[in-house]
């Protein structure tokens, strides 16, 4: 699969054989500038009517390079010769060659929209060991997995596959109780058999805020009761890294965490990304007044499933990551589950970060980084030991 651009326009006949002349140039620099770039094909509909069907690695490509709008004379030479734009729509192609051959690719492990995910693949044969990207945003369909791709590039630049994940959130159907539980579980055993380049015995999850949690939490599958949402994993992790985590969900609701989503604007904390989907905060905002936990989980009854404070032991090793001056999620969360897996007898580590803000920790710039690296390259190289 592959994400499709297909944008309609006009062009003035008299402009006609310009914006033939500027194409070859145009296509030239969004191969050197634009990431996830993979082809582009230009097709007359009449007169003065072109689509132009452009392909993309991702959504997030996508995004990333509608944001650089014409930012090199190349590509605004062409843009230049343009009259009108008729529309933009997106698609997603499903009849990709498997040649092997693409290093980056959008892969559907459910019907939904938001039941796909990125897998990238770095340079070489494999079998690479493979990290696994829970995107956060409290849960909610207003933020998605884009705003994690930084991430990504930086592990593929490590030698890692990396599986970017999305699910269904709150405020898209089937998001919630318990299909978010149950996408994040069906995207990480969709592994099992997805690539031959990739080592499935050596797999680390790793989540950032909510992402933390639901990470922590798949982390946490092969001990689940086989009546819950998750249970039996296929994939079993070699380690789980949270960054600033939302690990204690039964704190977190009696505190109301979320409810700041009831006020779309509300001061976001530093760093935080615009939201992807702002068409769906209007119906997150109506639900989410007396907090955001509760539409997660289902009803208390689900915390002994759904929280990793109140689940037993994983039994892999955790690094827990939290910034001093989170502004998000305390800081707190994350320490007490790192001493309650060790005090279980687990290998658990507490990395705090002295200042960090909620975003600093899932940076790749941030000092903290090398830190986060160096543990999954120790934590894959032990089970490869085995």
Do not use: C
């Amino acid at each position: 699969m592959s994400v499709i651009e297909l944008t309609t326009f006009t062009v003035v006949p008299e402009q006609t054989q310009a914006m033939l002349d500027a194409r070859p140039g145009m296509v030239s620099a969004f191969r050197d500038d634009r990431r996830g770039f993979l082809s582009a094909r230009l097709v007359r509909l009449d007169e003065t009517t072109w689509l132009d069907f452009v392909e993309w690695t991702d959504d997030a490509a996508w995004d990333e390079s509608k944001a650089k709008g014409a930012n090199l004379p190349a590509i605004a030479a062409f843009f230049g010769t343009i009259d009108s734009l008729v529309g933009a729509e997106r698609g997603v192609r499903y009849d990709d060659a498997e040649d092997g051959t693409r290093r980056a690719r959008t892969v559907a492990y459910g019907p939904h929209r938001s039941q796909v995910g990125e897998l990238y693949l770095p340079e070489g044969d494999g079998p690479f060991p493979v990290v696994v990207l829970v995107h956060g945003g409290y849960w909610a369909a207003m933020w998605d997995r884009r705003q994690i791709t930084g991430v990504a590039d930086d592990l593929v630049g490590r030698g890692y596959a990396v599986w970017n994940i999305e699910y269904r959130r709150i405020g898209e159907t089937g998001g919630g109780w318990p299909g978010t539980f149950l996408d994040v579980a069906a995207a990480v055993d969709a592994l099992d058999g997805m690539d031959p380049a990739l080592d499935t015995g050596r797999v680390v999850l790793l989540g950032h805020s909510a992402g933390g949690h639901l990470a922590t939490w798949a982390a946490h599958r092969g001990v689940l009761p086989p009546e819950a949402p998750g249970a039996g994993p296929k994939i079993t992790p070699a380690g789980v890294i949270t960054l600033a985590g939302a690990l204690d969900l039964e704190t977190a609701a009696a505190s109301s965490f979320g409810a700041v989503l009831a006020d779309p604007a509300a001061e976001p904390p530093k760093d935080a990304p615009e939201p992807a989907r702002p068409d769906v905060w209007p119906a997150v905002a109506a639900a989410a007044g007396d907090g955001i936990v509760p539409l997660l989980v289902g009803g208390p009854e689900h915390y002994a499933w759904t929280s990793p404070l109140a689940l037993p032991g994983a039994g892999v090793p955790v690094l827990a990551v939290h910034g001093t001056a989170d502004e998000a999620v305390p800081a707190g969360w994350s320490r007490r589950y790192a001493e309650k897996t060790t005090a279980e007898g687990g290998r658990a580590r507490y990395l705090e970060v002295e200042n960090g803000t909620h975003f600093d920790v899932v940076h790749p710039g941030h000092p903290v980084w090398p830190e986060i690296t160096g543990w999954i390259q120790d934590t894959l190289s032990r089970r490869e030991d085995r």
